[in-house]
């Protein structure tokens, strides 16, 4: 009978606990920072506190869990949630997110990878986070601005509801199912260009 090599299994479940599944993870945490900057990073430092999900971050990244942090994020998520409901802030708020949230996407997908050393960690956030966030938070401005241009921006409140949803869901579906993450992203790109493209349609009218 011949004999398994457990090595080769157990490197393979090394893999995917110290880079794939960060990854994957990294990348649904970016998208939704991509769409609103301070829920997502407060539901990871949320998860990590408590011991959720089987979350745990990476030893630079800590400070998430503490309870200054908590509280900052906190409020932040609540002041973003509320502003991006108003007009004309809520256009300011996606363009300040060209800088914001692109560095909460680094920060988000770097914190995941626990089981590297801090600088590969600060690295591998840069290299997935950022362009992630980065753009979704441009097709969500693109959308936003269409709908000002088309609605008088009357519709900009609707959006930024199905956008919190949205990030909500994105963060729980990469907490259950990393796995699924890849096929989310296709999903929301779609959604996100007919949605652009519905609104740009009165317009041309």
């Given at each position: 009978m011949p004999e398994i090599d457990l090595s080769v299994?157990?490197?393979?479940?090394?893999?995917?606990?110290?880079?794939?599944?960060?990854?994957?993870?990294?990348?649904?945490?970016?998208?939704?920072?991509?769409?609103?900057?301070?829920?997502?990073?407060l539901?990871?430092?949320?998860?990590?506190?408590?011991?959720?999900?089987?979350?745990?971050?990476?030893?630079q990244m800590a400070w998430l869990t503490s309870d200054a942090a908590m509280m900052a994020l906190g409020i932040a998520a609540v002041v973003e949630f509320t502003g991006d409901k108003i007009p004309v802030v809520d256009n300011a708020l996606s363009t300040l997110g060209l800088i914001t949230r692109p560095v909460a996407g680094a920060v988000a997908a770097g914190s995941v990878f626990a089981g590297v050393d801090p600088t590969t960690a600060a690295v591998a956030g840069v290299i997935i986070g950022a362009p992630t966030a980065l753009a979704f938070n441009a097709a969500q401005g693109g959308a936003r601005l269409t709908s000002?241009?088309?609605?008088?921006g009357l519709g900009n409140p609707v959006l930024s509801f199905l956008e919190d949803v949205l990030a909500f869901f994105t963060v729980i579906l990469a907490f259950l199912a990393p796995i699924l993450v890849p096929v989310l992203l296709i999903v929301l790109a779609v959604v996100v260009f007919r949605l652009a493209r519905r609104l740009r349609t009165p317009r041309a009218a």
């Open positions: 299994l157990t490197g393979a479940d090394s893999t995917w606990a110290v880079w794939i599944l960060p990854v994957l993870l990294g990348l649904g945490l970016a998208s939704a920072t991509g769409l609103r900057t301070f829920l997502p990073l539901m990871l430092a949320g998860a990590a506190r408590f011991g959720l999900f089987g979350i745990d971050l990476n030893a000002t241009a088309t609605t008088g």
